[in-house]
């Protein structure tokens, strides 16, 4: 029935995120509900979310005509698999988490000393 084609298609976006979320104009996938962006982020792992946020910064920087509601659909939809995927990331990470100021990214406090980042 129709929850299998709805199960076969959030497994198809979350193996092909990158390529869906580098489409032009956008296809929209932060529209799709609650509960379906839960599932999708469910299957979705951080490394391809973070794949997925440097697939679309490179579109950006080569493409002169991207409008800025584009824009804002790209990082809206990454935002909202992240706000899904952030509870049992900090659940999973003994000793909490922070965020570096120079690239926001997350990580885990106890390997503050140990981190470096790109951008400070």
Not at 35 to 41: M, P
Not at 70 to 79: K, L, N, P, V, Y
């Amino acid at each position: 029935g129709i929850d299998f084609v709805v199960e076969r298609a959030i497994s198809w976006i979350a193996k092909n995120l990158p390529a869906v979320r580098s489409l032009a104009p956008s296809v929209g996938v932060e529209n799709l509900g609650e509960h379906t962006l839960l599932r999708l982020a469910e299957r979705v792992s951080h490394d391809t979310l973070e794949h997925t946020l440097g697939v679309m910064a490179s579109a950006r920087r080569e493409s002169e005509t991207a409008s800025a509601s584009t824009s804002t659909s790209h990082d809206a939809c990454t935002s909202l698999l992240y706000k899904h995927k952030l509870p049992d990331l900090v659940k999973s990470v003994s000793g909490g988490v922070s965020r570096c100021t120079a690239c926001q990214r997350i990580y885990p406090t106890r390997a503050r000393d140990t981190l470096v980042c790109a951008n400070a």
